[in-house]
């Protein structure tokens, strides 16, 4: 008999740890040029914010050191990145007193979404136990949604009705919903997704589902169309329709369904644009941003970005020598103009190829890993993030109608920092699975034979003549709390 069992050694992380020496310094040499640039001096609460993250950023380089220690070193230093900008873009506002910023407030939600995401990691030691939880995931995700609907619990903000209050708080629950539905879609798509590729008929080249099979998009069609009609969120409703559609298509591999997905979301949209006002304004805004009827009004705050961003340029008019003060609610939905006005459109790339490394990392962990719940969950994640900065950035830009999302990690808010933290905690969990040594062969390459001994560890006894090796580990292959199903696509060594 024989145990196979890896032999390389967990990471020091070494790399991870110079990467946020490197964001902590770019974040607080932000702070430091805001301070002088205003001040002639060190901001207020510089040394509190300086120690603070980088207590916070090292606390869960070792939380990851213990609990996750194959997990990707890049993705916590391109988010403290972020988290570091965000803070020294907001403490700026602040100085200057515009209503609403407030850096002590941003840092307790980033500290308390760091504490929220550490604890994940050390709650959730494998990510296929969120398998479970795939129809309760689906109730909470539509109990989320329809809870700014509630009479005296919801309440509307800027035209929009996504925020709940609880006494002093207030909680944007979409934000936790993403992450719920994401569970759903894919305990959902990974055991119904042979049906929903190969069933039905070909139409024009496209494989079109059988009817029985849209019972699940119907239900997702419709409670994006509630969100966009009773929350008038467009953003929102379209996030939601966006992440079951793009894991839809990574489950299935069919053309069809996005097809489909447009069609239905397409129509749905010119429906609602029809019969409710407020759609029809926040596309009129898009169209004619400049109409002298509009922009003193309703489309101002887009007007005052694109001017914002115009006056920075290629390089930007440098930390403090903006005007965020002009640009409406430039600390949370239009945080994107006020960095491009001090960073300019240099800047402005920088950061969107922070955000782009973070999805890369997401889905290239999504190929590497073992099994299919993790493959389309870890999809899943990094398409909604992409998806989110699209459509902020869409609308900040004019590209598209604008919409009520913030931009992650980066607007000041409380709901958006623990959502996405949680998120970044998951993806973290999922990419160490995906890198943790494995004594299988990675996909095409045939495995090597292997020595026969007996023993009783955890690891896979391999017996008998001609038996080939098979391992059952709790991180990479089928542990007791497996299904058949990844038992058998972890023996194969492909991809479900």
Same mark, same amino acid.
């Given at each position: ?25 770019l974040g607080m040499g932000g702070m430091w040029m805001v301070g002088?640039?205003? @001040? ?18 090292? #606390?869960?380089?070792? !939380? ?54 550490? +604890?994940?990691?050390? !709650? ?17 995700? *539509?109990?989320? !949604?329809?809870? &700014? ?7 509307? *903000? ?5 925020w709940i209050f609880i006494g002093p708080f207030s909680l944007q ?6 992450? /719920?539905?994401? +569970?759903?879609? /894919? ?35 419709? +409670?994006?169309?509630?969100?966009? *009609? ?21 489950? #299935? ?9 447009? +069609? ?6 010119? !429906? ?7 759609v029809q304004l926040r596309v009129n805004i898009w169209l004619d941003?400049?109409? &002298? ?8 705050? =887009? ?42 459109? #240099? ?28 493959? =389309?969950?870890?999809?899943? =994640?990094?398409?909604?993030?992409? =998806? ?12 598209? &109608? ?5 931009? &992650? ?9 623990? /959502?996405?933290?949680?998120? *970044? ?21 045939? /495995? ?36 058949? @199903? ?8 492909? @991809?479900?």
């Amino acid at each position: 008999m024989s145990i196979l069992q890896p032999e390389e050694k967990a990471p020091a992380r070494v790399a991870e740890a110079v990467l946020l020496v490197v964001a902590l310094t770019l974040g607080m040499g932000g702070m430091w040029m805001v301070g002088y640039a205003l @001040d002639d001096g060190l901001p207020e609460g510089f040394w509190t914010y300086t120690i603070v993250l980088t207590a916070l950023a090292f #606390t869960m380089h070792i !939380v990851l050191r213990l609990r996750a220690p194959y997990a990707d070193q890049v993705i916590l230093p391109a988010v403290v990145l972020l988290n570091s900008i965000s803070m020294a873009m907001i403490l700026r506002q602040d100085l200057v007193g515009i209503n609403g910023a407030n850096a002590s407030r941003h840092l307790m939600w980033t500290s308390l979404g760091i504490v929220v995401a550490a +604890v994940a990691l050390f !709650v959730i030691r494998d990510h296929r136990s969120l398998r479970r939880l795939t129809y309760t995931a689906m109730i909470v995700g *539509i109990v989320l !949604v329809v809870l &700014p609907l509630i009479p005296g619990l919801g309440r509307e *903000i800027n035209g929009a009705k996504i925020w709940i209050f609880i006494g002093p708080f207030s909680l944007q629950p979409a934000e936790f919903a993403k992450i /719920a539905f994401a +569970v759903f879609f /894919a305990g959902y798509l990974v055991a119904n997704r042979d049906t929903l590729a190969l069933a039905g008929k070909k139409f024009i080249g496209l494989q079109l589902p059988r009817l029985r099979d849209l019972g699940p998009i119907l239900i997702v069609w419709a +409670v994006s169309l509630a969100v966009l *009609i009773g929350e008038k969120d467009l953003g929102t409703s379209l996030l939601f329709f966006g992440l079951f559609v793009g894991m839809l298509y990574l489950a #299935t591999d069919r053309v069809g369904w996005i097809v489909i997905g447009l +069609v239905m979301f397409a129509g749905g949209a010119v !429906v609602a644009w029809s019969i409710f006002s407020h759609v029809q304004l926040r596309v009129n805004i898009w169209l004619d941003a400049l109409n &002298p009827d509009l922009i003193t009004g309703p489309s101002f705050q =887009l007007v005052q970005g694109l001017f914002a961003m115009a006056y920075g340029g290629m390089f930007g008019a440098g930390w403090g020598g903006g005007y965020p003060e002009i640009v409406p609610f430039s600390f949370s939905d239009f945080i994107y103009a006020a960095l491009g006005e001090e960073l300019g459109l #240099t800047g402005l790339l920088a950061i969107l190829l922070v955000y782009l490394v973070i999805v890369q990392r997401g889905l290239r962990h999504a190929v590497g890993v073992r099994d299919g719940f993790g493959k =389309l969950l870890a999809g899943g =994640l990094a398409f909604v993030m992409a =998806l989110q900065l699209f459509v902020v950035v869409g609308g900040i830009t004019r590209l598209i &109608p604008l919409t009520g999302l913030t931009l &992650p990690f980066m607007a000041q808010g409380g709901s958006s920092l623990l /959502a996405n933290w949680i998120v *970044i905690a998951l993806m973290l969990r999922i990419s160490d699975a995906a890198r943790r040594p494995s004594a299988l062969p990675t996909r095409g390459a045939l /495995a090597e034979p292997a020595p026969v001994a007996a023993a009783n560890s955890g690891a896979i006894e391999v017996g008998g003549p001609g038996a080939g090796p098979v391992q059952a580990g709790t991180e990479a292959g089928a542990g007791r709390n497996s299904t058949p @199903d990844d038992a058998t696509q972890i023996v194969r060594g492909v @991809d479900l």
